[in-house]
């Protein structure tokens, strides 16, 4: 027996390992009250990532301060106030940007996406979100139900959605 053979090896399944990318992923937000990452895939491969955080160049959050934080605004409310993208958007972005359709795909997301990034997901053409915990956002899982797009919530490796 070789020992290649003898060993025990629990290989992920593909659920884990995309949801695993997605924590990664996560592990570059700049936000100051959420990490979220997000991975779209087809096919079981990986057609772009994105994390919550400031757009490209501009000053990031740990740099300058949470202003929902500091006018104490709840999680899932007042999304214009805050320069962040969310890693659903971002992720839809990088497709765009290198002309990658998504048409078709799944998003691994390590959070429930907000009413917004619903509305980006739908009209992207993504069939499926693998979403690794829940958020506070009735119209986003109202949206995703009329949408027939499959949702389905499983648990992430790891807490990648608490402050950094």
């Known amino acids: 027996m070789s020992s290649r053979s003898s060993r025990q090896t629990k290989r992920p399944s593909w659920d884990e390992y995309f949801m695993k990318m997605a924590v990664l992923a996560s592990s570059r937000s700049t936000c100051l009250r959420r990490r ?63 002309g990658v359709s998504i ?12 009413s917004v990034c619903a509305k980006m997901i739908i009209n992207s053409g993504i069939v499926e979100v693998v979403a690794g915990a829940d958020y506070p956002d009735e119209m986003a899982q109202q949206m995703l139900k009329e949408s027939s797009i499959l949702v389905r919530i499983i648990p992430t490796p790891e807490k990648p959605f608490l402050k950094p």
Do not use: F
């Not at 000053?59 to 949470?66: K, W, Y």
């Not at 048409?103 to 907000?114: A, F, M, N, R």
């Open 103 to 114: 048409k078709g795909s799944v998003i691994y997301v390590t959070c429930y996406p907000c």
């Open 36 to 98: 979220v990452g997000a991975v779209i895939v087809k096919e079981r491969k990986i057609l772009a990532t994105g994390y919550n955080g400031a757009p490209s160049g501009l000053a990031h959050c740990v740099e300058l301060g949470c202003l929902r934080e500091r006018l104490k605004i709840p999680s899932g409310q007042r999304h214009e106030l805050c320069r962040g993208l969310h890693a659903e958007q971002n992720a839809i972005v990088q497709a765009a940007c290198y």
